[in-house]
Nanobody, 121 residues
């Protein structure tokens, strides 16, 4: 069984910073790409940032220059450093990982439960 547990969300004023963390645990053979998505009320879930197992990163245009995604050496934890936060960044942020649970399996998508980020103006 695989679990993704996010932490670090909260309430912050515009211009402030937050750091999200997502720890992957359980029966894992390999992790490919990891990423963060967000979903605001009434809107679809969109990609915020992603990072491959090799460290290549990709960002939504709206967060470029403000957010930084990284992962630890063991590659089982992914972080999202969010600076210069804006009210429009308010959303539930979800961690995602492409995980293979055994050597002959495929990479499947796994999701965390989400963490609320609220930016006040």
């Amino acid at each position: 069984q695989v679990q993704l547990v996010e932490s670090g969300g909260g309430l912050v004023q515009a211009g402030g910073s937050l750091r999200l963390s997502c720890v992957v645990s359980g029966s894992i053979f390999s992790i490919n790409a990891m990423g963060w998505y967000r979903q605001a009320p009434g809107k679809q879930r969109d990609l915020v940032a992603s990072i491959t197992s090799g460290g290549a990163t990709n960002y939504a245009d709206s967060v470029k220059g403000r957010f930084t995604i990284s992962r630890d050496n063991a590659k089982t934890t992914v972080y999202l450093q969010m600076n210069s936060l804006k009210p429009e960044d308010t959303a539930v942020y979800y961690c995602n990982a492409e995980i293979k649970t055994w050597i002959l399996g495929d990479f499947d998508d796994y999701w965390g439960q989400g963490t609320q980020v609220t930016v006040s103006s």
